[in-house]
């Protein structure tokens, strides 16, 4: 799952036009998100435990916990707000006539607009890399198991 935000994203933003990677951004990460956060539960419920107690007792636990909670905070909270952003910032590009990634000075309120994208998609790619390290940890947790 994490090839999208490290690598397909990188790809995607390289090979289109902005409008065209922005449009396939806010279609494909809600998806991508709630892919995110119901995997890692199913894996929780496939794990091979007798009980729910048990396997709260093990360490696969805690790192599939993790991947649930930093994607459902990039599907609920920052997700959105970055979506919220990008609106605002073609609406400013429509009222100003340039676009945000134009050469040259750009007016307070797109600044702080720019500003305002580059935390959110900072917030989300730290969640992203959260869960993708978590996922590791379960990874060498799992590995351990099958070779004890």
Known sequence: MYVQTFIGGILAFRALPRPMFSQLQQRTFPIYFGLQMALPLAVLLSHPTASYDQLMATEAAVPML???GTSAANWAVVGPATIKI???RKAQESKEGTKYYDKGE?????KEL???FGMMHGASTLLNLAGFVATVVYGFTLGQKLVM
């Open 106 to 110: 750009k007016s307070p309120e797109m």
């Open 66 to 68: 993790i991947v649930f």
């Open 86 to 88: 990008m609106r605002e």
């Open 114 to 116: 720019n500003s305002r």
